[in-house]
């Protein structure tokens, strides 16, 4: 029962290993790639289609692109958008 007290004080922290920092650097790119090819047709949907301003659209996909993707990937992560 000792030991187990002193564990929790004092955790081990495994530190990662370079196969998996690579693995999690491949999912990423593949994220932002996903992510890239969304923002790039709704770029030419919004200025070619609806005839928005190209500036308009970037302060729009300034404020509102991160949250967009996020939500995204988190929605299909999790299987549910309650959050």
């Known amino acids: ?5 002193e564990t929790q004080k004092n955790p081990q922290y ?8 690579l693995c999690f650097g491949i999912g990423a790119i593949g994220k932002d790639a996903i992510c ?5 047709f709704l770029m030419l949907y ?3 289609t609806l005839y928005l ?3 308009f659209v970037g302060v729009l ?4 692109g991160t949250s967009f993707c996020r939500n995204i990937i988190f ?3 999790n299987m549910g958008c309650d959050q």
């Open 61 to 64: 996909f300034f404020v509102f």
């Open 36 to 40: 890239n090819l969304v923002g790039a």
């Open 1 to 5: 029962m000792g030991n187990q007290k």
């Open 46 to 48: 919004f200025t070619d």
């Open 14 to 21: 495994k530190y990662a290993s370079t196969r998996e920092k």
């Open 75 to 77: 929605c299909s992560k």
């Open 53 to 55: 301003a190209p500036a």
